[in-house]
């Protein structure tokens, strides 16, 4: 399989080179220069199966030949030999109809996990074969950095630097950073908010000199190699429920459109999906999108499901891709229009083909915190506030009642337990696995919103590094 960039102008890579890479050239996203397909029958094989064969038969025509069958099942099964749950990702019902798709039985609680445990073993597998050393730098409100952190810990030729904004990540967030303590991660504490972090993590980036010389990569979403591995539950839950013969709607909490984003192409590869409802919190520039083609960027408002708290979702562009005909230049004209402007209009047919898979809904903070409380109330289940904001739309969802959906269940109640406690009286208690993160010591550094004290700090210890060679 080859990967194409979005904006048409970058050279094609295979899969290990897309893996590595992150950004396209051009500004553009990867994507695979065609959408595998699966028959029914090749659907209904996979009844039955486990997390990690299922994983291995859904990922294998994107992996191609970069990867034997048996090397991708090693790896599947290292990562997902971590999760405390012996189906990786359980369905559990809720009610009638309604069923949540636990995502968060990884190390970290949520489902950040389940692509980049598997990307922690890509990256060492890949560098393995190669003459340099990667410098992962990232920004993070929570999730993406502990999750990449662990995945990373201790792993030959890369290091992490993790910005987080200092005294605005969760308590539980913040540990689950800061006690691991392997000589290659690098927690920084940024003197800011989580749009500065990010921004500095840009501008070391826009920095060609600075990126070419510590070969900088990114683990955010932008990286196809997160988005295959999400594809996987989708066909996972699915087919329990009754694929490739009865169709089933997914509603997604959605923040940077990666997760939802895997929905589509599970349904572009065969996967009988009915809906993906897009879920947002306040900060609802998807909602505006998709109901009235106006994407334009707006201010972030803080909210109690912090991992949503978007106002530019990085993957739409690979949506408006193939709403664009797949054409590059098309889109790379649409896209340099809405990074001046910050604002872009959804044609009246695009919005219409999109409408045929998607819809959306905004849920503001009570119909949050009301989905907390009757999920406790009238199924004895702790939700935390992302998972609800996701179970509240699949309730609003006008959809033929013999559908049923899936809600996926982002993060563990304990990992925003204070929110949780808020809306329930009920605190949740911290999974055994994760147990003794208060008693450890923590490490990281304390830095202002600055790019050259950032750029200082990394240079002092990351290894220098040939770019990583991407074939022209
Ligand atoms: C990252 C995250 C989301 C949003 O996922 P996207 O792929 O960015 O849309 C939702 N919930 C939780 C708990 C997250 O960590």
Redesign the pocket.
Known sequence: MRYISTRGNAPALDFENVTLAGLAADGGLYVPERWPSFTAAEIADLAGLSYVETAVRVMAPFVGDALTQDELRALCTEAYGRFDHAAVTPLVQLDGRNWLLEL?HGPTL???DVALQLLGLLFERFLAGRDTHLTVVGATS???GSAAIDALAGRAKVDIFMLHPAGRVSDVQRRQMTTVLAPNVHNIAIDGSFDDAQALVKAMFADRGFAGRFALSAVN?INWARLMA?VVYYFYAAVRLGAPERPVAFS???????????GYVAQRMGLPVARLIVATNVNDILHRALSAGDYSVGTVTPTA?P??D?QV?S?FERLLFDLHGRDGAALAATMTGFEASRSLAIAPAMREEAAGLFTSARIDPDAMALAMRSASQTACMLI?P??AIGLAAARAAELPDVIPIVT?A??HPA?FRDAVERATGQRPVLPARIGGLFEREERFASLPADLAAIENYVAARAVPAERVAIPA
Request: aromatic share 12%; hydrophobic share 40%; charged share 15%.
């Open positions: 968060f949520a489902f950040k929570g999730d993406t979403s999400q997604v909490p959605t923040g940077n459109f990666g997760d939802v984003f895997a499901a991992s949503m978007i979702s993957n935390d992302h998972t996926l982002t993060a990992k």
